[in-house]
Every structure is written in structure tokens, then in C-alpha cells.
């Protein structure tokens, strides 16, 4: 079955520095989003990507889908301690015009230190 | 925005009994909803598509018998431990897609089978 996996699980930066994390697929996906999960929290939405290539910016964060709609990445500017928490990376292969459950990467746990 | 809420938000229970959880869409329709399970410090893991109105898809490894899932409403997913054991303890989250095939998440129920 389709496979996502996420690097690095954990991530220690100083407040000011970048972060990125990193989502491969074993298969290709329709759509790969992207969700944060504060510590006692649930998964927010932040950003779905479709298109080979594509590039999305939300204030400080970059997101990328590779031309192969395998991989893709999420980059930080500048991390502020409101940053902390898990990104997740989530994939769904199927594109048959309705919603599909997302297998989910294993996520990347941003440590931020003041 | 999309509101999805769930209840109970944690419950104890004894094992050998059942717990049903509840996923509400607040503020939108939704055909399909989705279960996913997580454990402490991982990952979601998908355990089943509810369908409105139809029966429910589990995912490979997933136990339907144990694991049930009533989709009464557009607006009401329930899913069912029967006969719960200490490894069904777990957070239990429930999504539901928006337009564009993003999901809204529940804000959990954490379950603890004693």
C-alpha cells in the first residue's frame, strides 16, 4: 500500500533560525496536504497542493510538490516559538472526484529554543 | 470556517465494555467522514471511511466487528468500540472533507481502557 514518509522526526532550532521538513511517497499522489498539531491538539489544515511543481507561500512558509508529485517539503523563515509543534505531510493517491482518507507521513516534531 | 466537534473528548471505560463516539460537522453537510486513530507522539493512522447512508470501508487491518461505524446524518458519523481492551486505548479523531478535499478535524476523543 501507498507509503509517506517524513524526515526529520524531530527538529531543534534556535528561535530565528529556518526549518524544513521533508515528505516522500512510495506512489504518486493526486494531492499532497499539509497540516500542523499543536501538543494536545488535533491537525489543522494549512495548505493542499495539486499541481507537478507547484509552489505555495504563506507568510513565512514555503510549500513545494515535486514535478513528480511524489515528494514535497515545507520550509520555515525565520521560526518563532508560535511555530512549535508537529507538521504533518498527508497524501492521497486517488482522484476519482471525491475525498479520499490522507495517509499520513509520520511528522516532524519542531523544537524551538528561545 | 468548517467546524467539526466531537464528544466525548476523553472517557474511562472497563474493559470488555463499548464506547461510542460521536463526530459532528457543525456548520456544513458531510457524505463522508473519516476515523483515523493516533497514538502518543505518532502518527494518524486512517481506520475507515463513513459513508451517509452506506456502509462503512475499513482499512486493511482494521476490524469491522469491533470498530463500528454508523453515518446516520449528513451531519452525524458514530463510531462504536465494542468490547474494548487496553490496547484500544488510543485518541480517536474524526475529519470531514471540505470543497476542496481538505480536511477539518475533530478535536479528538482520547480513550482509556482500563
Known amino acids: 500500500g501507498q507509503q509517506v514518509m517524513q524526515i526529520p522526526q524531530y527538529q531543534h532550532v534556535q528561535e530565528g533560525e529556518d526549518f524544513t521538513t521533508y515528505c516522500n511517497s512510495s506512489?504518486?499522489?493526486?494531492?499532497i496536504q499539509w497540516y500542523k498539531q499543536r501538543p494536545g491538539g488535533h491537525p489543522v489544515f494549512l495548505i493542499q497542493?495539486?499541481?507537478?511543481?507547484e509552489v505555495k507561500k504563506q507568510k513565512r512558509l514555503t510549500f513545494q510538490f515535486g514535478e513528480a508529485k511524489k515528494n514535497s517539503s515545507l520550509h520555515i523563515t525565520a521560526t518563532q516559538t508560535t511555530d512549535v509543534g508537529t507538521y504533518f505531510c498527508a497524501g492521497s493517491e486517488y482522484s476519482g472526484g471525491g475525498a479520499d482518507g490522507l495517509t499520513f507521513g509520520k511528522g516532524t516534531h519542531l523544537i524551538i529554543q528561545p | 470556517g468548517a467546524v467539526v466537534s466531537q464528544h466525548p473528548s476523553w472517557v474511562i471505560c472497563k474493559s470488555g465494555t463499548s464506547v461510542k463516539i460521536e463526530c459532528r460537522s457543525l456548520?456544513?453537510?458531510?457524505?463522508?467522514m473519516f476515523w483515523y486513530r493516533q497514538f502518543p507522539k505518532q502518527s494518524l493512522m486512517l481506520m475507515a471511511t463513513?459513508?451517509?447512508?452506506?456502509?462503512?470501508?475499513?482499512e486493511q487491518g482494521v476490524e469491522k466487528d469491533k470498530f463500528l461505524i454508523n453515518h446516520a446524518s449528513l451531519t452525524l458519523s458514530t463510531l462504536t468500540v465494542t468490547s474494548a481492551h487496553p490496547e484500544d486505548s488510543s485518541f480517536y479523531i474524526c475529519?470531514?472533507?471540505?470543497?476542496?478535499?481538505?480536511?477539518?478535524f475533530g478535536p479528538g476523543t482520547r480513550l482509556t481502557v482500563t
Open positions: 456548520d456544513f453537510q458531510a457524505t463522508t
Open positions: 463513513s459513508n451517509e447512508g452506506s456502509k462503512a470501508t475499513y
Open positions: 475529519s470531514a472533507p471540505g470543497t476542496a478535499y481538505e480536511q477539518y
Open positions: 506512489t504518486t499522489l493526486s494531492n
Open positions: 497542493l495539486v499541481k507537478s511543481g
